[in-house]
C-alpha cells in the first residue's frame, strides 16, 4: 500500500429505450506548451472600514504542490475502477491520494451516497474527490435505478429536441449529484449513424446521435449543458472521433478514418464544446490514420499538438481505459501505457476492473511506481506530472499556487 504522504498548502427519469438496454464492457501544428493553462489568481478580501489603523488584507492560502513527491503527484493523476456496492474497495487507493475513482456496475444500492460521502472522507487533505461513472443513457447506465434512466443517444435524437434533451439529462443530473456522483462519461460525440448496437465492431452505433455532424454538435452540445445544469461534470468522448473506426479498442486494434476525414467531419462537436467551456474530454485508443502511429490515448500528435496545440483545450483530459486490447496490441503494459498518455499531455489515467478488487489496488500501484520511476529516470518531467495533477486538483475546484 502506498504510503500517505503530508500535504502542504500555500494557505426526472425520461422515457425508456424501444431497444434493449444491454449492458457495455468498460470502455499536431504550433503546440503552446502545456503550461500554458494559467492557474487562478487568489484576490485579496477587501478591509472593512474601521479605525485610522494600516489596512491589512487576507488572502486565502493556495495548494503549493512544491513539496508533493512525485509518488503523490502520481496517484493524483489515476483513476481508479470499482463496484458501485463496494466502493469501500477503494479506500487504500483514495487513501494513498488517487484522484479519482470510476464506478461499475449494473443496479447501484440505495447507500450509494452514503458510500461515496465515505470515501471521501479518506481523501489526503479533503481536497475532494472526482466520482465518475458511464450514464450516457440506453444499454451504457450505471446507475439507472437511482437517477432516472435516459434512451440510447441515437433515439434521444430521433425523439427529443435539444432543449428536451438538455431537461431529461437534467433531471438525472441532479439526483446523480445527490448520490456524490460529479462526473458522468458522458456525452459521446463521435459521429456514427449506423443503426445497430454497439459492439465488436462498432463501438458507437447507438451510443452516437447521428451520422450527422451537425445534429451530433448540436445534441451533443445540449447533453452537456444538461450535465452542467444538474450539477455534474460533462465528459466529451472519444477524441478525435471514434465514428467509423475499424473495429472496437476494448477487444483490440482500431484505425479512426483517416485524419484529414475526421478535421471535417468528426472535429467540429468537440470544438463546439471547447468553445462552450467544456471542462473535460476522453481521449480514445484508437490509431489515427495520417497523424500519429500510436494509438491516439499515447499520441503527443493527437494530445498535445491537436487537441492542446490546434484546438486550444484548456480542461482535463482524460484517456480511455488502458487496460484495453488496442494498448496491449501496441505493446504497452498499462503501467507504461499510463507514463506515455502522461507524456503526451493527458491528465487523469484510467483502467477496467478486473476480477479481483484486490488486483485493481495492485494495479494502481503499478502505475503510481512506474510514473514515478519515469520522472526518476527522465522520460517523464515533473513539470509535465505537476501540471497533470494541478488539472484535476482544479477540476475539483482547489486553488493551486502558481
Known sequence: MLALLALTTGACAS???????????????????????????????????????????????????????????????????????DLGAADSAVTAGAGGVSLFGAQAPADLAAQTTALR??????????????????????????????????DMSASLTPAQITQEVAAVARNMSQYGV??????????????????????????????????????????????????????????????????????????????????????????????????????????????SQLPASLSPEVIDQELIGNLHFGGLILTDSLSAGAISAAGYTTSAAAVQALEAGADMVMFSPMADPSADLAQFQAIVTAINSAVSEGFLTRARLQSAATEVLRTLKVDVCP
Not at 485610522?52 to 489515476?78: D, F, K, Q
Not at 445544469?229 to 465528459?235: H, L, N, T
Open 15 to 85: 422515457s425508456s429505450t424501444h431497444r434493449a438496454a444491454t449492458p457495455l464492457s468498460a470502455s499536431s501544428r504550433p503546440t503552446p506548451a502545456k503550461a500554458s493553462r494559467t492557474p487562478s489568481t487568489n484576490r485579496p478580501a477587501t478591509a472593512s472600514k474601521g479605525p485610522a489603523t494600516a489596512p491589512t488584507t487576507t488572502a486565502t492560502p493556495c495548494l503549493s504542490l512544491s513539496s508533493w513527491s512525485n509518488a503523490r503527484l502520481a496517484a493524483e493523476t489515476v483513476i481508479v475502477p470499482v463496484d458501485e456496492t
Open 121 to 154: 472522507s479518506l481523501v489526503p487533505g479533503g481536497l475532494g474527490l472526482l466520482v465518475m461513472t458511464d450514464e450516457e443513457g440506453g444499454g451504457v447506465q450505471r446507475m439507472a435505478n437511482l437517477v432516472g434512466s435516459l434512451p440510447w443517444a441515437s
Open 182 to 291: 460529479n462526473v458522468d462519461l458522458a456525452p459521446v460525440v463521435d459521429v456514427d449513424g449506423q443503426d445497430e448496437a454497439p459492439g465488436p465492431s462498432n463501438p458507437d452505433g447507438w451510443r452516437a446521435f447521428s451520422g450527422t455532424t451537425s445534429v451530433v454538435t448540436s445534441d451533443g452540445m445540449a447533453y452537456l449543458q444538461g450535465l452542467e445544469q444538474g450539477g455534474v461534470i460533462p465528459v466529451l468522448k472519444h477524441f478525435p472521433g471514434l465514428g467509423g473506426s475499424s473495429g472496437n479498442t476494448d477487444d483490440g486494434p482500431a484505425d479512426t478514418l483517416p485524419w484529414s476525414t475526421l478535421e471535417l467531419s468528426a472535429l467540429p462537436p468537440f470544438e463546439a464544446g471547447i468553445a462552450a467551456g467544456a471542462p473535460a474530454i476522453m481521449v480514445s485508443n484508437a490509431i489515427v490514420p495520417g497523424l
